[in-house]
């Protein structure tokens, strides 16, 4: 009897380690070919310290646009040392404003934390609950995996957030452009989201739309 539990315990050791990772990392190569759990590796012995560290979020991206934001990825294969680590990061700026409109990242949960001014931020169930919440310099907030958000400066000068996500490379469908920036036929715009054919015409018209 002792025996079977013995190697019942052994066996539970191999499992519970059985998936663990073979190497140290994975530097991601954007010229090898991708797989869902991420870009190929690189040769170690091209690997140098530089793949581990990035300096994109330093500068404030430009906010001269549509919705008066940016948003500064640091994702693999930009930030090739987070490819499979489950990691990674991004910079908002947001001008007066300025919005990250309803979006959603299907492959990662996301948090926020602010750094400059004023943001209000949120997040839709699955049951459609809404959490809201009005975040100030040093708030941070958490968004689940898959769940639509947004993030808005409802402060009176510009507002700087940064956010980690659980991957790296969390993915991203913003809802309006998913909606109006397409060909879909307006139509099934029409039917599908219960709006007049006169919305949908000036929104896509507004985000690059066509009939």
């Known amino acids: 009897m002792k025996m079977i539990i013995h190697i019942f315990f052994i066996l539970s050791l191999v499992s ?3 998936f663990a990772s073979v190497q140290d990392f994975c530097v991601a190569d954007p010229k090898g070919p ?3 759990s991420g870009y190929s590796c ?3 012995d091209q690997v140098t310290e530089n793949d581990f560290a990035f300096s994109g979020l330093a500068k404030a991206g430009n906010t001269s646009n549509l919705i008066k934001a940016a948003v500064t990825p640091a994702f693999a294969p930009a930030f090739a040392g987070t490819n499979g680590l489950g990691v990674s990061m991004a910079r908002l700026d947001l001008a007066g404003g300025g919005v990250i409109p309803l979006h959603t990242h299907p492959g990662a949960s996301e948090v926020l934390v602010v750094r400059q001014g004023t943001i209000c931020a949120g997040f839709i169930s699955s049951a459609n609950k809404v ?7 040093g708030d941070s ?3 689940p995996q ?7 400066n409802s402060g ?4 700087l957030a940064f956010v980690a996500f659980g991957s790296s490379s969390p993915g991203l469908q913003i809802l309006p452009f998913a909606l109006f920036a397409n060909d879909l036929p307006s139509e099934l715009v029409e039917a599908t989201t219960f709006l007049s054919d006169e919305q949908v015409k000036k929104l896509k018209g507004v985000l ?3 009939d």
């Open 131 to 137: 959490y809201l919440k009005t975040l100030q310099r």
């Open 156 to 159: 009176k000068g510009p507002a």
């Open 16 to 18: 519970s380690t059985s």
């Open 208 to 210: 690059g739309g066509t």
């Open 34 to 36: 991708q797989s869902p």
């Open 146 to 152: 898959g769940l639509l958000h947004f993030q808005l």
């Open 141 to 143: 907030m958490v968004f």
């Open 42 to 44: 690189k040769n170690p």
